[in-house]
């Protein structure tokens, strides 16, 4: 069952920054489909899949900001196209 597959994940957080905080992208690693991980999403984080990655996401952000790196340089390695749009 693929709900299986997806539960013995252990390292969600780095399989989302592979992904560059892409639904699209994560389900294609995971060799799911989107709506799968949808469905598993709100079962194991208690959030859309969207909203789960964009938490990361900022708290990523977060962390980078408070090594000292600039917004430009957060931005880039969030995979933000372009810096205005972090």
């Known amino acids: 069952m693929c709900t299986s597959r997806l539960s013995r994940i252990t390292d969600w957080e780095t399989l989302a920054q592979e992904s560059r905080?892409?639904?699209?992208?994560?389900?294609?690693?995971?060799?799911?489909?989107?709506?799968?991980?949808?469905?598993?999403?709100?079962?194991?984080?208690?959030?859309?899949?969207?909203?789960?990655?964009?938490?990361?996401?900022?708290?990523?952000?977060?962390?980078?900001l408070n090594e000292g790196r600039s917004a430009k340089e957060t931005s880039i390695l969030l995979g933000y196209k372009h810096p205005a749009h972090f």
Do not use: D
């Open 21 to 64: 905080y892409s639904v699209a992208s994560l389900a294609e690693r995971c060799g799911v489909s989107a709506r799968q991980v949808r469905r598993f999403a709100h079962g194991a984080f208690g959030l859309s899949p969207h909203e789960w990655l964009h938490a990361l996401r900022l708290g990523w952000a977060f962390e980078l």
